[in-house]
């Protein structure tokens, strides 16, 4: 499992944004005749408005890149060792010499998970002649040499890879790669580090899949297709402090929400917003959730049949 997940590793080709994200060859032509900056991101924002991108620049413009010509999809980086865009890119890696990113971001975390297993697997095979050899109890002969390296570089790899490993782990359950920890998404409305969080669960099965049965496996079962991703529909951050956040759109109906929910509108709230809820006249219900601080807060929808 170890030599499949790293050769998957090593041999998988980085996934490329696709055709569509290029720029059609008229407004390709008069975008590289154009050298106001403002007038090139007119023309891409013409291309973009049929393209699923919800991420910009630090100020706010399309992301595209002039030595590709492509308009970068979310999460998509330019990598200059591999001189190519590369869709959803978490770094290069010189162990691996290939890009780490959406097509074997999988095959990464496997490879550094029995990567550790093995290492661990060496250190305790060889523990016991370890602790003979300082207690002088090991026969005279050059195998204790080797007993003595080979335990020294299993604990030292097990350490490194295993600080790897946790980190990665972490990145996966908040749904980020290592670029978007040290540099935070920006959305239309501002960087969101949490930006593209959906839940612990579902950020795992974005990575591993569905079926739980394949995750060990080296196989490709990652979700999506690489080029977009879902969004949290409210840009909440669950790691600062507690504050009420209203949305509107609702007939003569107010919502408050507390910003301690963490998922996008998904099933609870979905059926609270737009399920076969069947109101009479003048019908009024409301659900308290209670915040972190046990403040009390109410939703209250009223809507008339």
């Known amino acids: 499992m170890f030599v499949w997940s790293y050769w998957k590793t090593i041999f998988t080709k980085p996934a490329n944004p696709s055709k569509e994200f290029c720029l059609p060859k008229s407004e390709k032509e008069q975008y590289e005749k154009e050298q106001r900056p403002e007038t090139q991101q007119e023309i891409l924002k013409k291309v973009a408005t049929s393209?699923?991108?919800?991420?910009?620049?630090?100020?706010?413009?399309?992301?595209?890149?002039?030595?590709?010509?492509?308009?970068?999809?979310?999460?998509?980086?330019?990598?200059?060792?591999?001189?190519?865009?590369?869709?959803?890119?978490?770094?290069?890696?010189?162990?691996?010499?290939?890009?780490v990113g959406f097509s074997n971001y999988k095959f990464f975390i496997l490879f550094l998970t029995y990567s550790l297993v093995y290492c661990l697997f060496i250190a305790a095979s060889v523990l016991q002649y370890f602790i003979k050899f300082w207690t002088s109890d090991l026969p005279e002969s050059h195998a204790k040499f080797h007993v003595l390296f080979l335990f020294f570089v299993a604990a030292m790899f097990c350490i490194s890879i295993l600080s790897l490993f946790t980190y990665h782990l972490w990145l996966v359950g908040k749904n980020r790669s290592t670029i978007e920890a040290f540099r935070a998404p920006v959305f239309r409305n501002g960087p969101d580090k949490n930006g593209f969080s959906l839940g612990f669960s579902k950020n795992i099965a974005q990575v591993f899949g569905d079926e739980k049965k394949y995750w060990l496996l080296p196989v490709f079962t990652?979700?999506?297709?690489?080029?977009?991703?879902?969004?949290?529909?409210?840009?909440?951050?669950?790691?600062?402090?507690?504050?009420?956040?209203?949305?509107?759109?609702?007939?003569?109906?107010?919502?408050?929400?507390?910003?301690?929910?963490?998922?996008?509108?998904?099933?609870?709230?979905?059926?609270?917003?737009?399920?076969?809820?069947?109101?009479?006249?003048?019908?009024?219900?409301?659900?308290?959730?209670?915040?972190?601080?046990?403040?009390?807060?109410?939703?209250?929808?009223?809507?008339?049949?």
């Not at 509108?265 to 979905?270: D, G, H, K, R, V």
Request: aromatic residues 4%; glycine residues 6%; proline residues 5%.
């Open 51 to 99: 393209l699923p991108l919800y991420t910009r620049t630090g100020a706010g413009a399309i992301r595209y890149c002039d030595r590709c010509q492509v308009i970068k999809p979310d999460r998509c980086h330019h990598c200059s060792a591999c001189d190519m865009c590369v869709l959803k890119m978490d770094h290069h890696c010189p162990w691996v010499n290939n890009c």
């Open 222 to 305: 990652s979700q999506g297709d690489g080029l977009s991703f879902p969004t949290r529909l409210v840009t909440i951050d669950p790691e600062q402090p507690t504050e009420c956040l209203q949305l509107g759109g609702l007939d003569k109906g107010a919502v408050e929400v507390s910003a301690e929910q963490t998922s996008p509108l998904s099933e609870s709230q979905n059926r609270l917003l737009g399920n076969d809820y069947h109101s009479e006249e003048d019908h009024k219900e409301t659900e308290v959730l209670k915040s972190d601080e046990s403040e009390a807060i109410t939703i209250s929808i009223e809507s008339e049949s």
